[in-house]
């Protein structure tokens, strides 16, 4: 017997008209329906939603008002006692007023399926709202590009709410649908008219729903025909970069030798007990956590530092094996399901082909092109999968042998899922070490070199002091030598004595000398006899009642004067050649000799003018003596000697009278005006 004819041209469109009596009939009685109860609320009520239990008969509800008269009793006996006036009352539903006019075709509408998956289908065909329900059943079936190529919807109708039909569900539909697997489907008609149901179920019920027989095969297969290629490239790329990674690593002879100087260094750096004949790539990652002593550098930056200066060629392992740092996102684990996957869906969707769900096109909807979609497709899906076998193969190989070269165990989970992540860590790690080391070289760098033009600038400055103190020139200082000179003038300010004491201290030195004692306010004066017997003693015959002082008196008290300024100036210009002499340093033997002939030189020169100073001054005081002697010659007894010479009474004030008829002698000693170079500045109170 031959197969069946093709389907006539003249076939129906979908869906088409309700025949009924295609379906056939259930071998389990159908499920008795209740009646509703003759007592009613006058207003609606909200409804108590719950799962209903299909067979009653064999469960504790069968004893349960078996018979239409018990529940009818029952229902008089709750309104008898208020019962069924309370629910009334208590679970009113609130009316709700429609407003416009809408149109309440949809409320005659069945509904069968969930209200989740009617939402789903809301959502996912919201792009296909605008067109009617037989134009959306047309594409689905039609395999129409804007279908396949449409994400959303594809992946929408491959879930399992669209391949798994519930039983509940597959009872209310089969009175609306059509059993493709029959010979006589076309021509028979469902019993009841789809139009009843809403748009939702009756797209439902045209593909999931009635194509249930291949309807998991024919989206899986449509479904594979819009994502083998892209699919294939990704993982075909990734299999082919971890073989490349793998290779890389195998091949670079300066990863070996860096390994290697690590290894040797640790053993040098470790005891008896600690040395190694070899070390896992995990223990790259503690070499950032050896720390030296001034807690500023690690480990790894030491290998880097050495490698960079001593070992230079090995610096390009970097590049060599830069591609473990893209590597490491890559789950090699993860990349090999995914390419057994894709092997398998092509496998299995050429089984379904040749002997499976799609190899019989009978059983199709008539209308269903997924036949000549898929096997135009499945011919290129073949080849691929065939070459995604060889690089699967390939990387499984490639990546187990390097984990064994590198000493890492392929048979752990955890070892093959960071391998390539240790050693991408350690190559950024090295970077980071790279980048610190020259830093902190250039940084160091710097800062030597600032030092030595430090060091410089200070030798050419001390060589320019030593320059210009050996030459005895007054040339420009240097700041440290201008600096010194400051210090010393301020020490020489603060150790000079003020103009009022040497005033003091030379008016005491001459009144000491000529035996005089100065009477303060307030004191009463000596007599005339005392002070003629210590006139005596000291100078003979000479009195006290008028003081007059010898000529060879008179250089000793400006001598003892004049000396005591000498002195002073002396002793002041010692103290500074000596502080000069301290700073330039003992080692300077020349500089210090030509600062004490200069200074020498000085004292000499100081002295010569005091010389010649005190001679004038004294050649004065004799002219002025000898006319003041012969006035006072008549007033004035004894008679002075020719060696003594008088001091001049100043005269006395008008409001003052002497008391007691006594002579009042003043002293006033000559005021000393210093030398020429070095003046003697007197301030007045």
């Keep these: 017997m031959g197969p069946p ?39 609606k009520l909200k409804a108590l939603h719950w799962e209903k239990v299909d067979e009653p008969q064999v469960t504790v509800w069968a004893a349960h008002t078996p018979t239409h008269a018990s529940r009818e009793e029952k229902y008089m006996e709750l309104s008898r006692k208020g019962v069924l006036d309370e629910v009334e009352k208590l679970f009113m539903a609130k009316e709700v007023k ?45 395999c129409d590009r804007e279908v396949l190529n449409n994400e959303t919807v594809m992946n929408f109708l491959q879930k399992d ?5 519930p039983d509940n569900t597959a009872k209310l539909m089969a009175p609306y649908s059509r059993d493709w697997t029959g010979s006589d489907a076309l021509m028979a008609d469902p019993e009841q008219d789809p139009n009843e149901l809403t748009r939702e179920d009756q797209i439902y019920l045209h593909t999931a729903y009635e194509l249930r027989h291949y309807w998991k095969s024919r989206i899986r297969a449509l479904l594979l025909t819009r994502t083998f290629e892209p699919e294939y490239d990704e993982t075909a790329n990734n299999l082919k970069e971890v073989v490349k990674v793998s290779e890389s690593l195998r091949d670079s002879v300066a990863l070996m030798n860096i390994l290697g100087l690590i290894l040797d260094i640790g053993n040098y750096m470790n005891d008896s007990n600690k040395q190694a004949s070899g070390f896992k790539l995990s223990s790259l990652g503690r070499l950032g956590m050896l720390k030296d002593d001034k807690n500023e550098s690690t480990f790894a930056d030491l290998v880097e530092r050495i490698v960079r200066n001593q070992y230079p060629e090995w610096e390009g392992f970097v590049d060599d094996i830069g591609g473990v740092v893209g590597a490491q996102k890559l789950n090699v684990e993860q990349l090999k399901i995914d390419a057994k996957r894709y092997i398998d869906n092509i496998k299995n969707i050429q089984s379904s082909i040749d002997s499976g769900n799609l190899s019989d096109p009978k059983k199709f909807h008539p209308h269903d092109r997924v036949s000549q979609v898929v096997q135009r497709s499945m011919k290129d899906a073949r080849r691929k999968a065939e070459q995604m076998q060889l690089y ?16 890492e165990d392929p048979s752990d989970e955890n070892a093959r899922r960071d391998f390539f992540a240790k050693l991408a860590t350690f190559v950024t790690e090295w970077k980071k070490s790279k980048e610190k080391n020259i830093t902190m070289e250039e940084t160091r760098r710097r800062n030597e070199a600032s030092l030595a033009r430090k060091r410089a600038a200070n030798a050419k400055a001390i060589n320019t002091a030593s320059a210009n103190s050996a030459s005895g020139t ?9 600096g010194a000179m400051d210090s010393l003038l301020e020490k020489l300010r603060a150790a000079a004595p003020q103009a009022r004491d040497q005033r003091d201290r030379r008016r005491r030195a001459r009144l000491r000398d000529r035996h005089q004692v100065r009477v303060a306010s307030g004191q009463t004066m000596p007599e005339v006899s005392d002070l003629a017997k210590a006139g005596s003693d000291e100078e003979g015959d000479k009195s006290i009642l008028s003081p007059q002082s010898t000529t060879s008196g008179e250089p000793s008290i400006e001598r003892s004067g004049e000396m005591a ?51 004038a001054r004294r050649a004065k005081r004799r002219t002025a003596g000898s006319t003041t ?19 001049p009474e100043e005269p006395p004030d ?27 500045e007197i301030e007045d109170d």
Excluded: W
């Design 5 to 43: 004819p093709p389907p006539t041209p003249g076939a129906p469109p979908l869906p088409g008209a309700p025949k009924g009596g295609y379906l056939p009939q259930p071998d389990f009685p159908p499920a008795p329906t209740l009646k509703m109860p003759f007592i009613r609320p006058k207003k």
């Design 98 to 142: 429609k407003i416009g006019g809408g149109s309440s075709k949809k409320d005659d509408k069945k509904q069968l399926i969930s209200n989740d998956l009617r939402k789903t289908f809301h959502i996912s065909l919201a792009k296909f709202s605008h067109y009617s329900t037989e134009e959306v059943i047309r594409m689905i079936i039609h």
């Design 161 to 165: 709410d669209m391949c798994i039909i």
């Design 392 to 407: 699967l193969e390939e990387m499984t190989r490639t990546y187990d042998d390097i984990m064994t070269f590198y000493g």
């Design 474 to 482: 007054d040339g420009t200082n240097s700041p440290s030598s201008t």
């Design 565 to 615: 300024t000498i002195s002073e100036g002396e002793d002041i210009a010692d103290r500074a050649a000596s502080m000069l002499q301290g700073l330039r340093g003992d080692g300077d033997a020349e500089s210090a000799r030509s600062g004490s002939r200069e200074s020498s030189l000085r004292v000499r020169r100081r002295r010569e003018g005091a010389d010649d100073e005190r001679r």
């Design 629 to 647: 002697t012969e006035d006072r010659e008549s007033t004035m007894s004894p008679t002075p000697g020719p060696e003594q010479t008088a001091i």
């Design 654 to 680: 008008e409001g003052d009278e002497p008391s007691g008829g006594q002579p009042r002698t003043v002293i006033k000693p000559p005021s000393p005006e210093g030398t020429a170079k070095k003046p003697v």
